[in-house]
């Protein structure tokens, strides 16, 4: 008979070089995800996850199965007020003084074409990221949302027409009171030359393409407003606005960027 083995637990053996890990965890899960949906209830998606907590010096290595049962045990109800109870079962579950996490999915929007009504579904890329330790918690929701825009100057310059350009605006706030991801996306849509949709008939074409023309926008118009918008929901005690538009006459984009920080009485 061979001989017996003893399980031995490598990872809470001592580590003697006294340098404290920062970020220990797994990166780049693939899973399916539930999350919130405004007009559904839930919406099922799948999302790449990061799992990290920081490790003591005097420790080898952490136990890389435990986030996955943490995880997997919660991935059904991703919504934001469970999000950061996800994340202190990680820190609980893994005795780490502070836990991150962050998840990447599609969501996906069920949208009107604006003259013919029909129907189709649109994609926007968003994420939550979240920090948990013994003394505050942190979580943000990054949204990004495609939106077309019509450049002031070549209007102004121009004897036809003028170039136009999709850009995507990706804003990150710092969570306050619940919010619907649907409803930040008709906000950031409004403060744009016009909406982007999946599917557009003539009629949609001719009203999206008049429209843009008539709300001509530059980045900095783009994020202005959007800043403008979000700040006036006083929801948010910090947010940032990116625009980037992909230029149709320029081999570059044209970026612009806001951050808002309430004052701290």
């Not at 949302?145 to 102004?156: D, E, L, N, R």
Request: glycine share 4%.
């Amino acid at each position: 008979m061979g001989k017996q083995l003893h399980h031995i637990d490598v990872q809470n053996q001592k580590d003697f070089r006294k340098i404290p890990i920062n970020k220990v965890g797994v990166k780049g899960l693939e899973y399916p995800i539930t999350v919130l949906d405004k007009a559904n209830g839930v919406q099922h998606t799948s999302a790449i996850v990061n799992l990290f907590v920081d490790l003591p010096h005097e420790f080898k290595g952490t136990h890389m199965s435990r986030f996955i049962e943490v995880f997997n045990k919660h991935r059904k109800d991703l919504s934001m007020p469970h999000f950061l109870t996800m994340l202190k079962e990680v820190r609980t579950a893994l005795h780490a003084e502070t836990a991150y996490a962050d998840i990447h999915f599609p969501y996906f929007i069920e949208k009107e074409a604006p003259v013919s009504h029909q129907k189709s579904i649109m994609r926007y890329e968003c994420a939550f990221q979240g920090m948990v330790n013994t003394n505050k918690h942190n979580f943000i929701v990054s949204i990004s949302i495609p939106v077309q825009t019509v450049c002031p100057c070549s209007k102004a310059i121009s004897k036809y027409g003028a170039h136009n350009q999709r850009g995507i605006v990706t804003v990150s706030l710092h969570l306050g009171p619940f919010f619907w991801i649907e409803d930040i996306i008709g906000l950031v849509e409004s403060c744009a030359s016009s909406a982007v949709f999946t599917l557009l008939k003539r009629s949609d074409e001719k009203f999206v393409t008049e429209t843009a023309y008539e709300n001509p926008r530059f980045v900095e118009d783009l994020v202005r407003e959007v800043y403008l918008k979000l700040e006036a929901l006083k929801q948010f005690p910090e947010f940032t606005v990116e625009a980037e538009n992909f230029e149709s006459i320029h081999n570059h984009s044209a970026f612009a960027m806001v951050h808002y920080q309430a004052h701290k009485e």
